[in-house]
């Protein structure tokens, strides 16, 4: 079940349908979940802004780098052009060559690219080390093609799962979350959509509430076992129609809401926000004509995107909490689940859930 | 009263004598408070990394822009250069030009400082125009002067003071705040501390809790009257010996304090973080040697620090809140101060307060 | 005269018609030049967007950061909001304040305006203060209204004047510079002007010739005279329809022409590039609506431009350095203007100059 | 033979002894050159930054991004961190990825790194395409770990070898080229080595004469036929021990030399430079201290290394022009070498050439 199932609203922006990333029309995901004997738990997701050739039709985009202790392919490319021409790849941080070779396959095979020459694949990527034998790169090409092409518009499966499938955070089991706003009309009508890789520590807090201070189980509490490092990969998705430069403003605004549930980005974190636009009018042929015709979301109007992005960003981080398992993996290494009983009693005591 | 008066903690980490940016050893803080009339609520507050002569013996620094709406001077120079060189001034926002000038004037006037021919005065701001007469350009030279000379090493004012005697934070008067962390002598036993300048908004968290939401009064609520602009200068200062970079990188986390409170970074926000290091070994000389001698926290370190920002800033945030005072200003124009009251049941109904 | 007028041809593509940042549409240009009793050398040079009320009308820009050293104000709102709302003043370090201020009341006071609380003063600056009496503070508010309202659309002077009144470059009399480029209908039909503040070192190169060398005359070639130090402020206008990134992009490319020049962007150096776009349908009003409708320069198409803006950059530099008059200033201390006669025995004896 | 075997000097620091990357003591490279049949013209080129565990031992280090059309890996964490790990790869756009790849293995089973999770490769490219099937990505691991174990210390080729076996520079041959400049002691005495991998456009000017315009041969000259894009890879080395932040200002110095051959960064440009210092006391073990210790030369004494890394870079691409050999590949395609014996002519002819 994820965190609102329990009566717990994050945020004062309603939901999307899915409360997902996928309620930003024509975002598709895909996940390929390696679980295999006592050591390889790893996986690929996939995020794709349209169901088209992405190549043909790039998305304008952004890349925020929260701390750069992290592998991200693809950024500079990113942020120079405005644009994004591929399927965005999360997996482990030992397989970026894997998938970005995979995505690079994948496009040069797509029809109507015969003579692309040059693919700026973007990957991301956390460590799962802990729980996967991630030296033995297990992730393979067919991995990362079967993410891509599985992927849905309807798919808003969470936890162990692509991924997050050996992730870590807070000390307790990560994976996949995902979670969206739909503003009012008022405010442009506008859905933004989240999807994070969680595997990253600090001191937790859900809805507000220092559940990582009550449950003693904090970066720093105890010198011989913190391990706050990991990292967050965040996806943000909006069909509202915004220029590279409020995407990237957009991105800076995911970095707030990991904030929110206690992340601190650590030193050995790499947190990375990629954020693109789905609107029609602000893709961008391949071969472009000399002057492009756009409409875009002036700035005045971006605060309401702003606050959603950080509502959906933390709410998709403590999803990936809530509906991830626990897991055993390498060397026997057990990491808990969030023992949401015990956490929805703080939450209670706290009178953070009110229906019963 | 401050926020820890009423038993409310934040974080994990232990705060210094002070819980202020003072308990960093040498910074100094002076104030110039400027209430007149029916519609001058401004003022002036001055930083000073230590009392010495400053432009002789520069102190390592970083400027962190979470949200550019705002007319920060000084960050270009502090960022290629890696230092501050002047003591850093928060006004309002049509003052920054008196500011800087005063601070030059300063730097000119200083002995040893026959010949400087260039100073790069660091002024920050927010806008007060809602209850000063911001348009009126009210701080003069010498109310610049004075903050900076009457700047003592125990001032911890908060509230209704210098620059944030016209400030507005969530919709409740905002003000000067200030906070700091020790950590233990495990984590190197360094202090970080944080002074704000508050006058942002958002949907306000008081030790985790929606206090906003349950006060029914946040960005967005009421779109006739919602006004999330604002901005929020921090200012980090830490007797950790650390260069430009890691500088750089605690900035950019007391943004994520900021987030904590609530705070979204809205469009029109300008929120800057300047953080400096008093570390004697890395100040530098005005006429350097050839090669400088450093001893600086390695990356693998920083981790505790970023945690101490993040937590002293958003109980720097919270100070202002607590300790502001209702105004009237401009136009007749009214501000409530924070009703502490409803805001500490609030508190209490959610468990956060413990003792009493 | 100017380097043109003695046959030598800068680049491949050709001038404007005044060869003047005035050649883009609606850019207008004031100087005021201060020039009293024996130490006061130094002046306001204005660049307007165009000549309506830029407040109400702002156009897109980009600030890029060659080398920081240096006073600039504005850059951070440009960068994050994309464009530039004030005239754009030249002076020197030590007088920012009183142009920003200047500024603001020139804004405050424009009819339209009477309710506006927040001005982005972008002023630039380099430091004359080896001629001028910089600490003295000579420029007044009035001076930089004066070269505001003073502004023209036919202003193409250069040498000793305004801003550049007493600046030193390469060892020379440097000063107000400016040029510009036309591309052909082919490639968009689009003007590329610019105007720079000349007042840095390294080996002066003369349409590519290393005169510096030859002159012996250079940074580092007397370890006891040398002084590369200095600053460069280049303003790039263009009627093409750019939004900020690309405006970001042709800024830097302003920063290839410096280094064409010979210049290093030495340590102490402030080489400041603003470029903004003049396109009317990429204007941005004060209060806009939430869409804004852009035509704007695709990024396939972009390379013509960036070449104008290197070429253009190169050829107002030498301009400066051409029309420079020799000029005694504080202390008795005289530079001298480019020698042009032996410069040309130079250029002639590499048959750079093909006329005669 | 490469440009000053003809008696052209670029600049007027002295050169180190071999002229090369390589005469920066410690530093190693190697090359595998691909030729195969019609249509394989690729490579693999590696830089090491010293001859041991670069993982155990990182360098301080930055990357600068000219133009960021481009897929290098690596450069969040280089400039997040302030340093590199790895040896430095360059090879063909589409073969980042098997590059990375085999950087991970290499790093993976070296002695010492047998726990190691988390490697950060750094791997550069530029698009040989046009005389490479570089669609059929014919680089595999094995070359990649060839052109690592091959490295030494006084590797000096250059031309079409390695990564520069396919490239194409202002319509001429391009490939790798080197050079080095000698500070004199009193200027600090260092090392300054640059790599390059040309593979751009503009219009050519060797030693300051528009070579590129005499032989009508230059960007957008013909529009039917004119190609800009490409990229450059430039590789910075030093033995001044230069922290993070000195290290991305000398990065930005290397943009300065493309600047003066006649680059122009062209919108499909993939410019970067690559910095790292090799300076000892400045290498970050990979088990730090809490303490770094470190001397590191101060702002003021950067301006001579500016100059160094300037003069060096636009000698190494020009060293890759003259010794690059005409070559046939993919479709028959064929690309002439620079026509020496007519530069030569018209350098003759201005003068460029002294002895003779």
Do not use: W
């Not at 939901?15 to 006592?38: C, E, Y």
């Not at 990957?123 to 090409?141: A, S």
């Not at 689940?337 to 703080?346: F, H, M, N």
């Amino acid at each position: 079940e994820r965190i609102r199932d329990y009566g717990i609203e994050i945020g004062v922006i309603p939901t999307g349908t899915q409360n997902a990333i996928t309620d930003v029309s024509g975002v598709k995901v895909g996940h390929t979940t390696l679980v295999k004997g006592d050591s390889i738990r790893t996986g690929v997701t996939a995020i794709l802004p349209h169901g088209g050739n992405i190549f043909q039709q790039k998305v304008p985009a952004a890349v925020f780098v929260g701390n750069g202790f992290g592998k991200l392919a693809g950024s500079t490319q990113v942020n120079e052009l405005g644009n994004i021409e591929t399927p965005i790849i999360l997996t482990n941080t030992l397989s970026v060559a894997t998938a970005m070779d995979a995505v690079i396959k994948y496009t040069l095979r797509q029809k109507g690219n015969e003579n692309v020459r040059s693919v700026n694949a973007v990957v991301g990527e956390t460590n799962d080390g802990y729980l996967n034998d991630i030296r033995g790169q297990h992730v393979k090409t067919r991995d990362v093609l079967s993410a891509i092409n599985n992927a849905t518009e309807n798919n808003a499966q969470e936890g162990n799962i692509g991924a997050g499938t050996g992730t870590v955070c807070f000390g307790y089991k990560g994976g996949i979350g995902t979670s969206s706003r739909k503003l009012p009309g008022s405010l442009g009508g506008y859905t933004v959509g989240v999807l994070v890789q969680a595997n990253f520590g600090g001191v937790l807090q859900i809805a507000g509430i220092n559940v990582g201070k009550e449950l003693s189980r904090f970066a720093f509490s105890d010198q011989l076992l913190n391990n706050v490092d990991g990292s967050c990969m965040i996806v943000v998705a909006t069909d509202a129609p915004l220029d590279h430069r409020n995407l990237d403003r957009l991105a800076k605004r995911a970095f707030m809401g990991l904030a929110k549930t206690g992340g601190i980005a650590s030193n050995g974190s790499g947190d990375y926000i990629i954020a693109f636009s789905t609107a029609k009018e602000t893709q961008i042929a391949y071969k472009t004509t000399h002057l492009l015709k756009q409409e875009v979301v002036a700035n005045d109007y971006m605060s309401p995107l702003f606050m959603a992005a950080i509502e959906a960003t933390e709410e998709a981080i403590l999803n990936a909490l809530f509906t991830a398992k626990a897991t055993t993996g390498k060397n026997n290494r057990k990491i808990e689940a969030l023992p949401v009983s015990k956490v929805l009693d703080i939450l209670k005591e706290h009178r953070i859930i009110k229906k019963k």
